[in-house]
């Protein structure tokens, strides 16, 4: 879908309203926002470069050559630097945002594909999910200072900057490792949901949020003891999360429906279900504007979402009733990967079957 | 199971055969490159899963998380329309 078909079709509801969707690279998986300069860096996998977005006029500024295969983004507001886990390239990539160059690449393990920034403590932290390790780099020195074994798919992780203790999901071990940042050491694995995809640290409610990818769930962990306390439900295969600046709610992007969940975080409950583009992936909220800003990794655009919602609705949103459903399946007729020879539905009928959508990445 | 590959964004066919190599899939691989008919359909996200029945009507859509998809096969087998 190109920039001219979306505009097209923004939409507005009484709790939401989309304000844009960008054409940016090819399988755009992870956002962050440069505050100072008003801008959103978009990881496009795909295109092995960084989209950047204007957030004052809306608009694709530039776009930046990184490492293959570029996932995860974290932008460093004291030095400028934003950094890229470059998933094949197994490789973080350093981007000066003032001159929107490459200048640094750190040797990390393998298939990294989770980021997250201790500004404090001046640490970024990488979740490699081969490995099986968390690779800790001094932002300042751009050294790698240590790598730390985790669980097979390591991968999404965020930080509690109040007790210095990083979370890390393994996606393929369905746990949580929570690492003691000062130390470096492994304090404890968790378990959580089947395939956790995303973390996100809620400050406001001392809370963590895992987005369990393979169970449409996000659990709730209490950052005082790191224990699992809760369950809340999502919509179909979540793998991003960020957390409302206010602490109230939390967004789930549903890489399955194509949507955005937004769950109050008191209450547990699914406030409002957002469109978005194409198989969404990360999401983040500029702090600045308080807006959404979401990676559809199959559209390869960002939607850009302003949440109208002053608290819980009075109704919950529906679960609408998909189209197709009790219909004639329309005929289909597409190359078969291996042959190349174009396969229909005829050879099906009278047969029943799965149509299996999915994507490799 | 048919498997229909979209919004690969260019070289479908080597990053799915790939993609099958790696982790070992076999039986039909259909490309829907630039995600037309998936389009058709109405959908919107992967994983997605579209059951028909013999008669060629869809009788679910969605269930993506494993336990959801093992339900709606049980459904489709025992000839429950719902």
């Known amino acids: 879908m190109g920039a001219e078909d979306v505009a097209s079709d923004l939409e507005t509801s009484r709790s939401y309203r989309v304000v844009a969707e960008l054409a940016t690279g090819l399988e755009p998986e992870g956002v962050a926002v440069d505050t100072g300069r008003r801008r959103a860096y978009v990881a496009c996998a795909r295109s092995n470069a960084v989209t950047v977005v204007d957030l004052v006029g809306d608009v694709v500024v530039g776009e930046v050559a990184v490492g293959r295969e570029p996932m995860d983004i974290a932008f460093d507001e004291l030095t400028g630097r934003l950094f890229t886990a470059d998933l094949l390239g197994e490789t973080v990539s350093v981007v000066e945002s003032s001159s929107l160059r490459l200048v640094a690449t750190v040797g990390v393990g393998l298939y990294p594909s989770g980021l997250t920034l201790d500004a404090k403590r001046r640490r970024l932290y990488c979740g490699c999910a081969l490995s099986a390790t968390v690779a800790v780099i001094d932002v300042d020195t751009l050294e790698l200072v240590a790598s730390i074994d985790a669980e097979p798919g390591a991968g999404a992780i965020a930080v509690d900057a109040r007790r210095s203790r990083v979370y890390c999901a393994n996606f393929l071990a369905g746990s949580l490792t929570v690492i003691d940042g000062r130390r470096n050491r492994v304090l404890q694995h968790a378990e959580v949901g089947p395939a956790p995809c995303a973390v996100a640290v809620n400050p406001a409610r001392d809370e963590l949020y895992v987005a369990n990818s393979f169970a449409d769930t996000v659990s709730r962990i209490d950052l005082a003891t790191s224990a699992v306390t809760g369950s809340m439900n999502a919509g179909r295969t979540p793998v991003g999360a960020a957390v409302a600046p206010a602490g109230d709610r939390l967004y789930v992007s549903n890489r399955g429906a194509g949507t955005v969940s937004v769950l109050g975080t008191e209450d547990g409950m699914e406030w409002a279900r957002i469109p978005v583009g194409e198989g969404p992936g990360g999401c983040t909220v500029d702090p600045v504007s308080g807006r959404l800003l979401v990676a559809n990794a199959g559209a390869g655009s960002l939607t850009v979402v302003e949440d109208l919602l002053a608290e819980r609705p009075t109704v919950s949103p529906d679960e609408p009733r998909h189209e197709l459903l009790g219909r004639q399946l329309p005929p289909f007729a597409l190359p078969d990967m291996r042959t190349e020879l174009v396969r229909t539905s005829r050879e099906w009928a009278e047969r029943k079957y799965i149509l299996n959508f999915f994507a490799s990445w | ?82």
């Open chain 2, 1 to 82: 199971m048919i498997l229909i590959d979209v919004w690969e964004g260019g070289e479908a066919r080597r990053r799915v055969q790939d993609y099958c190599e790696l982790w070992g899939i076999e039986g039909p691989v259909l490309l829907d490159e630039a995600g037309a008919y998936a389009k058709l359909l109405g959908i919107r996200g992967v994983p997605t899963n579209v059951l028909v029945d013999s008669t060629g009507i869809v009788r679910a859509v969605g269930a993506g998380n494993p336990d959801e998809l093992h339900a709606e096969v049980d459904r489709l087998l025992q000839g429950d329309p719902r």
